[in-house]
């Protein structure tokens, strides 16, 4: 099996991902990595998680090869990131009557996504929701801060997603 670990490097919100021998600078939260992850902290979490799916948008890619479950995501696709909704840290259909994000961006950072296994089984309100591993902006000279996820470039996200599979975990920040 084929895992993934992430580390941090100096500056709080870059990281780098290991997989098979190859090391890919990435982008994590911008509060860095967090052990006791809260809705809205910043932070990436600290853990292991399995890769649930691979979600990506139709328009702008094709699917890219990967042994993960995949399926296409729509312009009505969200997902919940109100604490007190039943939804909760789950897929929902737009519009949502609580606070939801965007999977169909304008941006881009979200045409290939993979929910992590992060606070799902089960859902703690209050824990933090949308933790994905997705597509990262530029920055300067780097890679910029996301809300608490894990992000590569394009070129290294389609490398990373040939190697891994339904079994696959990504420990980030432990040894």
């Not at 098979?20 to 990435?26: E, I, L």
Request: glycine content about 12%; overall charge negative.
């Amino acid at each position: 099996m084929t895992d993934i670990r992430v580390t941090a490097r100096p500056g709080a919100h870059q990281g780098l991902l290991h997989i098979a021998g190859d090391v890919f600078p990435c982008a994590l939260g911008r509060a860095g990595l967090v052990a006791k992850k809260r809705e809205g902290d910043g932070g990436t979490p600290v853990g292991h998680f399995a890769l649930r799916e691979l979600l990506y948008r139709p328009d702008r890619l094709e699917a890219p090869s990967t042994a993960l479950p995949s399926r296409p995501i729509a312009p009505d696709d969200g997902w919940c990131d109100a604490s007190g909704d039943p939804a909760y840290n789950r897929m929902v259909k737009l519009p949502y009557p609580a606070s939801c994000e965007t999977l169909w961006r304008p941006d881009g950072l979200y045409d290939l996504v993979v929910p992590l296994g992060y606070n799902d089984d089960p859902v703690v309100p209050g824990a933090g929701s949308a933790i994905f591993f997705h597509l990262a902006k530029e920055e300067g000279d780097g890679l910029g801060a996301t809300e608490g996820c894990v992000a590569l470039r394009l070129a290294d996200m389609h490398a990373v997603l040939a190697r891994v599979t339904p079994q696959t975990r990504m420990t980030i920040g432990l040894a």
